[in-house]
């Protein structure tokens, strides 16, 4: 079946939709590649790029897309900036942004978050989750990478751990992935630092995830810290 666009019928079932999307990052490798991952999926369109952080926001205007995936750094225009205008409260046809950089300070972090984006990923978290941050965007979630997740918690709270209990009980190599997950490593990380493969990684994360009652790899980063799994070591 083709993708059906914004042009869909009324009443048109959602899983039919196409989310589109617009990706702007002054590099054309990575560009290609996050194209490459995200038209992967049956129902995700990559329908504009650009190249720096002007021609994102005209594009974004002109094309209307559902999620906009923004880098930070880009000449004419920062991500911050763009994450303002097209996220922020004065956009008048406001896009939902996902902020994808390789830099992960705080002095970005908190900006793109403030500034309305609904996600921020560093580019080495792996396709999954960049899928994962398009369709929690759509739903009206927020998704941060892993390791920006633990960190923010513990300037939150100050390093206080509130631990709730499990339902079922982590085998110790599933608690010694879940704290791998909360550094903000993928599952080629993972299987390369445990010697097994990242099939075998990803069984374990999807047990994981259902043991700990949470979706992705960002809610097994928070239950890994409140759990004490996550020793603060973050991925390089």
Do not use: C
């Not at 048109?12 to 702007?24: G, N, V, Y």
């Not at 993928?186 to 097994?196: G, Q, S, Y």
């Not at 493969?197 to 980063?221: D, E, F, Y």
């Amino acid at each position: 079946m083709p993708k059906e666009g914004r042009g869909a019928r009324p009443g048109a079932k959602l899983i039919d939709m196409t989310i589109r999307l617009l990706i702007a990052d002054d590099q054309e490798m990575v560009r290609r590649g996050m194209r490459r991952i995200l038209e992967q999926q049956p129902d995700m369109e990559v329908v504009a790029e650009a190249a720096d952080g002007e021609a994102a926001v005209e594009l974004a205007r002109r094309t209307r897309p559902d999620v906009a995936l923004v880098d930070i750094r880009m000449p004419r225009m920062d991500g911050l900036e763009v994450t303002r205008r097209l996220a922020g409260p004065g956009a008048a046809t406001p896009v939902r942004v996902v902020v994808v950089t390789t830099f992960d300070l705080d002095e970005y972090v908190y900006p793109a978050l403030r500034y309305g984006a609904s996600g921020f990923l560093l580019k080495r978290s792996g396709p999954t989750l960049l899928v994962e941050a398009v369709r929690a965007a759509m739903a009206g979630d927020s998704l941060i990478s892993p390791s920006i997740t633990v960190r923010l918690l513990k300037h939150v709270t100050g390093g206080r751990r509130e631990r709730q209990p499990v339902a079922e009980p982590l085998t110790e190599r599933e608690i010694e992935i879940a704290g791998k997950v909360a550094e903000g490593k993928t599952n080629a990380d993972i299987a390369a630092e445990l010697f097994i493969s990242p099939g075998t990684v990803k069984t374990h994360v999807a047990s994981i995830q259902r043991k700990l009652g949470v979706r992705n790899r960002v809610g097994i980063a928070v239950r890994a810290w409140e759990l004490g799994y996550a020793t603060g070591r973050l991925a390089e």
